[in-house]
């Protein structure tokens, strides 16, 4: 399998652009989580889905973001209008097991809002 | 609460001496405990995870002991090699098991 897959790598935008951050998880895994990386914050959850529906999606920063996913081997997120504060690392990880288990990250979008 | 804390914030060792990382979290009702090591420009990556059943594991150069009662864990790495230069990221589960509340992360960097 290739892994946890995320595009596009680099992004760098102006404030008050759309952005769309794209995952396809592991194939067969039924949960999927969405994370932001700063050196202020670490790693924060932003959402996760089990089966394609959201389930805690508290970790979200405001009305700004938003995440979808559509089908099981598809997720975006959203962040529309985007500002300079947003400009971090954003995670997209997939697990196969209900209870606690291994996180299988991708290699991250990073996203600069100037 | 959900605060899961680390220490020191960086590591700098010899190569061939060991390393410790400590956490400590808040939530009596978590069970599970994983240590992530990412390297630069990668996502994290699992390296060993120990549950609230087990007070001690070990993976070849790699352990981590778990102590409930005073909610704290360590990553113990032995034989340090450059290659175990990374952000060491510890983790514990909360909100009913499905979501992991991450430390801030260890910057190791070992010493040839």
Redesign the interface.
Known sequence: DAGVIQSPRHEVTEMGQEVTLRCKPISGHDYLFWYRQTMMRGLELLIYFNNNVPIDDSGMPEDRFSAKMPNASFSTLKIQPSEPRDSAVYFCASRSTAGPGELFFGEGSRLTVL | GENVEQHPSTLSVQEGDSAVIKCTYSDSAS??F?W?KQEL??????II?I?SNVGEKKDQRIAVTLNKTAKHFSLHITETQPEDSAVY?CAA?I?G?????????NQVVVIP
């Open positions: 069970n599970y994983p992530y420009g990668k996502g994290p990556q699992l995870d549950r990221f589960s909100g098991n499905n979501r992991l509340a991450f430390g801030k992360g």
